[in-house]
């Protein structure tokens, strides 16, 4: 019979290996939920992340934050949004809710865009690969323990990135000087990546402004589309107005495709399969 039951007991407890200690994710709160998406490719479990804009019915110009907005993204250790007026309330926000110990990410600024350039910038497949890298870097100085993790996802996310590349240079290789135009200016990078020739701009400019066309630019899109002038039509499918959707009327009567591009990620997909979907719309939209 054992006489020393309790050091016994301690002697166990001492000898046996101690659980690692395990910090509490980093809490990262995006303003859209593209850039959510990035920020769970490159952090993994070692986040937890908050997309504020997620609604694909929602139109993200007319947003505004609520008290558990603004809740979030006081206790958020880093906060990304995209910066020249696209999303302006996060600014406010973030001033509201000072913090010396968060970090926060104006994407814009990465790829050195200014107020009055399109704000669609996740469009351009660099200004995701920039912010990938950079949050990769910020994740690494705030929790310096999984630094190497980070890295490595970041090398998985350029990887998986590759095909969108390669889909790019093999439509602009046939689609370059394509005239094209559009409701807004929402695939404008993704245009210029292919190459392709956007009319409409002082149009597509007002409708996202919600300001009235003037009426001969309403013209001039009208006969560009009855007159085949554009042999596309890309429709912003989450805001519009009337006049973008009479456009959209037009094109189909006149027999010019049409494709639908959103402000928002669409539910269940990553970044890498809406962008590839949205170029494989284009490539079945203009057959060879």
């Known amino acids: 019979m054992n006489k020393f039951p309790v050091l016994a007991a301690l002697v166990v407890l001492i000898a046996a290996p101690s659980p690692a200690w395990t910090a509490a994710p980093i809490n990262v709160v995006a ?29 993200p110009h007319l947003f505004e934050a609520s008290p558990s907005v603004a809740r979030d993204i006081s206790a958020a250790r880093v906060v990304i949004y995209s910066g020249i007026d696209y999303d302006p309330w996060m600014q406010k926000l973030l001033e509201a809710a000072r913090s010396p110990n968060r970090t926060a990410i104006v994407v814009a600024g990465l790829v050195d865009k200014k107020p009055g350039d399109n704000p669609h910038i996740w469009y351009d497949p660099a200004t995701m690969l920039a912010l990938a890298k950079t949050l990769a870097s910020d994740l690494g ?40 135009t559009a409701t807004e200016p929402v695939f404008g990078y993704m245009f210029a990546a292919l190459g392709m020739e956007v009319r409409n701009m002082a149009f597509q400019i007002s409708v ?29 499918s989450q805001a519009s107005d009337p006049v973008a959707e009479r456009m959209q009327k037009i094109a189909k009567a006149s027999h010019v495709p049409v494709v639908g591009a959103t402000e928002t990620e669409p539910p269940g997909k990553t970044y890498q399969a809406w962008m590839l979907g949205e170029l494989d719309a284009v490539d079945h939209a203009l057959p060879k």
């Open 31 to 59: 303003a859209e939920n593209f850039y959510g998406d990035v920020a769970r490719q490159i952090g993994g479990a070692d986040l937890t992340v908050t997309s504020i804009l997620t609604n694909p019915d929602q139109d």
């Open 141 to 180: 100085s705030v929790d310096p323990s999984h630094e190497g993790d980070y890295q490595q996802r970041l090398a998985r996310f350029q990887q998986s990135m590759q095909p969108i590349q390669a889909k790019i240079a093999a439509l602009r290789g046939r689609l370059a000087g394509t005239q094209v």
């Open 208 to 236: 996202m402004n919600n300001t009235e066309p003037s009426a001969s630019d309403v013209a001039a899109f009208e006969n560009d589309l009855k007159t085949h002038q554009v042999k596309l039509l890309i429709y912003n």
